[in-house]
């Protein structure tokens, strides 16, 4: 428990197992209404229960372990033969509050480039084509002129909320009429706002213009219920989408991978200084539509292909003391993971809980965003090499590559598993790309901070721009300080008040190199060294 409440308020939370089992109960956050409302296909929550037996995932093939005398059991497949279409889905581009909404903004999904804009005739997002029909020149680096239309600075041409052509400068207003013309437009992507991520479909073809009519986006109320926290983050990752939901769904690497920067729960007897111990991880449903699991004392769902969940039900803690000190306290872990590339994937989280709603309206949200991207980079280099050998071995051979013996690992070879049966065993990227992963940069490219998350977070721009403003101010009382002093004649003034202005001029320097370092730090680059933790 105290892991999980430190995660949800200044880390990236991971929900494991306690020591002691506890019976399974229905999730604090669904009932039967709010599944039902998740609207879609996709839903993993509606349907009958599978009669027969919950099942460990221990290989996407064959066991790793002798079989026990009462054998766990697959439950029944309710989709046979149905497969996962990675362009009939939904997937989300950006919270609401890292997007601004006086400029374009550019963004890669399944490897497709995408434009969006704030469309204020409309009063709506618009997500089109990266590229103007005129010369290719990324719409993204545009603007948004005076009438409310997508303006293309190359060559002045601009579009509407539909995509359609509305001004070409260089055609005379007399003659031919070609803003009209059919390859004037820019192919318009079908887009909702839901739980204040925009949300988009990767297909342009006519026939998904009303796919809202039929098709949603899952929908998770506790973003939108005012009692609820909902403070949202977002980074750009430099591993791929595969990689990335995988670790998310793996809490046994947390007291290994962020020893030092997450509070895990203690075991009773502990074997090493970190504080590993066995997990009892299991697929409680697996299906086209993903799978949900058990963590004992906590609960999880993968929705493919962006959403992974956890929540829990505070009377499931172990201790007394606990239960008795967050009684009607509820939270859950969101991570939407979005496949941008071949080793590169966006990850945006949210922790609701019902619970400390105050810290959220002091704190500024990206003092949050320091410690969570922190958590991020203590594994990321692990991970990018990692996703570089599973590709070496290739991933149709995961599980002869990895040795996934124990229950622990049971979410990720359970991911791995529905992977291969239903989702052809990797991202369909449509022949976009070759196949090789990019190469590994050197770490401090690797590991930056600035442009895979602070140009893209509103408050840790803000945050950036700022602490700048006061180094620079820093250095500039430094420097008139020693000025003062250096041009006052010698008995002038006290000796007292000469040594007081020296001072604030050493203070002054010593502050802004201490107030560069840590924007440094925070902002750009916080390399991690495991063997020093």
Request: aromatic fraction near 12%; proline fraction near 8%.
């Amino acid at each position: 428990m105290e892991a999980m409440l430190t995660f949800s308020v200044h880390s990236l939370p991971i929900l494991t197992a306690p020591n002691t089992s506890t019976p399974l109960r229905k999730s604090i956050f669904f009932n039967t209404q709010q599944l039902n409302s998740f609207n879609t296909p996709m839903s993993l929550l509606h349907g009958n229960k599978s009669k027969s037996k919950l099942f460990t995932a221990l290989s996407p093939s064959s066991p790793l372990t002798e079989p026990s005398k009462t054998p766990e059991t697959e439950p029944e497949d309710e989709s046979k033969g149905e497969k996962f279409d990675w362009y009939s889905q939904w997937y989300p581009l950006m919270p609401l509050c890292d997007l601004d909404k006086r400029k374009p903004h550019a963004k890669k999904v399944l490897g497709i480039d995408v434009v969006v804009w704030w469309d204020r005739n409309e009063g709506a997002w618009q997500v089109f084509d990266d590229a103007c029909p005129h010369r290719l020149a990324p719409l993204s680096e545009g603007r948004i002129d005076q009438w409310g239309r997508l303006q293309c600075v190359y060559h002045g041409w601009c579009f509407n909320g539909s995509g359609e052509c509305k001004f070409i400068p260089q055609a005379p207003p007399d003659g031919t009429q070609f803003h009209t013309f059919k390859k004037a437009c820019v192919a318009a992507y079908p887009s909702i706002v839901q739980n204040n991520i925009l949300w988009f479909w990767p297909n342009t073809d006519p026939q998904y213009k009303d796919i809202l009519a039929t098709k949603k986006p899952p929908y998770i109320s506790e973003i939108d219920d005012p009692s609820y926290t909902s403070l949202m983050g977002n980074r750009d990752i430099s591993y791929g989408y595969e990689i990335l939901i995988e670790n998310l769904m793996d809490p046994a690497h947390v007291p290994y991978a962020h020893y030092g920067i997450m509070r895990t729960q203690k075991p009773k007897e502990k074997v090493d200084r970190e504080g590993g111990r066995p997990l009892e991880l299991s697929i409680e449903k697996f299906d086209a539509n993903g799978f949900s699991a058990n963590q004992g004392w906590s609960k999880s769902k993968f929705i493919p292909p962006a959403i992974f969940y956890a929540y829990t039900d505070p009377d499931q803690t172990p201790s007394a003391e606990t239960q008795k000190s967050s009684t009607q306290r509820k939270f859950a872990l969101i991570f939407i993971c979005v496949p941008v590339s071949p080793g590169q994937s966006r990850l945006i989280w949210c922790f609701p809980r019902n619970f400390g709603l105050w810290i959220d309206k002091i704190v500024p949200r990206w003092i949050f965003h320091v410690g969570q991207n922190l958590i991020l980079d203590s594994d990321l280099y692990l991970l990018h090499v990692e996703e570089h050998k599973i590709k070496d071995a290739g991933p149709a051979n995961w599980q002869k590559a990895c040795f996934v013996p124990t229950k622990s690992d049971a979410l990720v070879v359970g991911f791995r598993k529905w992977l291969n049966k239903y989702a052809g065993g990797q991202v369909d990227w449509k022949g976009k790309y070759n196949g090789a992963l990019p190469p590994t940069p050197p770490r401090e490219q690797l590991m930056d901070r600035y442009w895979s998350h602070v140009v893209n977070c509103r408050s840790c721009n803000l945050a950036y721009k700022g602490l700048n403003v006061v180094e620079v101010m820093l250095q500039i009382l430094s420097v008139a300080s020693i000025g003062v002093v250096a041009t006052m004649k010698h008995g002038t003034i006290s000796a007292l008040k000469r040594n007081s202005v020296v001072v604030l001029a050493i203070l002054s320097f010593a502050m802004s190199k201490w107030l560069a370092h840590f924007i440094y730090k925070n902002f750009r680059y916080h390399d991690y060294d495991h063997a020093f933790r």
